[in-house]
Each structure stands twice: as structure tokens, then as C-alpha cells.
């Protein structure tokens, strides 16, 4: 069993920086991921890290200005966001898994609450 928490969602100016956290609390070899939802449309994959933190991988919308990270000795796993863009404006969510395959899907295990992140133009 894992439950995740993200925290770190606010409303910002385009071009600005934030970085959203998710807490993690259970044992297991999970892989991590973040997604998010914008209103009206679907869960959208952006980021996963493997559980030790060696492996990461990025949807080609958000790589370049998104990196996921982890800290396994927090239990924390971050994602860092810049040059923000109206468009990011979503609901972000983390989730774990088991499988590096399941993750970058919405059939992950676990999945937090969500955070709202709105980008102002």
C-alpha cells in the first residue's frame, strides 16, 4: 500500500518557476510519476523516475523544462517546472506503481489528491 500527498501547487505568472512535491508513504520498489489534468480534458503524462532515482523519463511537451526527482530518504519525489506556460495550467498529480511500464499510464496503482497549478499570462 503507498499514499501520496502533493503539495507545492499556486498560481504563478507565465515564465515563472515551481516545484511540486509529492510525499510518499509505503515500502516497495515503486516507480513514480506525475500527471496532470487540465479542465475539460484528459490525465496527461509528464514525468516518471525509476525507485532508486538512476532511470527518468519525460513526455516530449514538458522535456526540457520539467525534471523529475526523488529523495528516497524523504520520501519525496519533486517535480521541478520552468518557463511556465499558461497552457500548464492543470491539476498535477502523482502516482506510483510497481511497473516502469504501468506508471506513464492512468492504469498506475496509486494516485495523490492532486495539486492546482494555475499560470497567469
Known amino acids: 500500500q503507498v499514499q501520496l500527498a502533493e503539495s507545492g501547487g499556486r498560481l504563478v505568472q507565465a515564465g515563472d518557476s515551481l516545484r511540486l512535491s509529492c510525499a510518499a508513504s509505503g515500502h516497495g520498489r515503486y516507480y513514480v510519476g506525475w500527471f496532470r489534468q487540465a479542465p475539460g480534458k484528459g490525465r496527461e503524462y509528464l514525468a516518471a523516475?525509476?525507485?532508486?532515482?538512476?532511470?527518468?523519463g519525460y513526455a516530449e511537451s514538458v522535456k526540457g523544462r520539467f525534471t523529475i526527482t526523488r529523495d528516497n530518504t524523504k520520501n519525496t519525489i519533486d517535480l521541478q517546472m520552468n518557463s511556465l506556460k499558461p497552457e500548464d495550467t492543470a491539476v498535477y498529480y502523482c502516482?506510483?506503481?510497481?511497473?516502469?511500464?504501468?506508471?506513464?499510464?492512468?492504469?498506475?496503482?496509486?494516485w495523490g489528491q492532486g495539486t492546482q497549478v494555475t499560470v497567469s499570462s
Open positions: 523516475i525509476s525507485w532508486n532515482g538512476d532511470r527518468t
Open positions: 502516482t506510483a506503481d510497481l511497473s516502469r511500464l504501468v506508471v506513464v499510464t492512468t492504469r498506475s496503482q496509486y
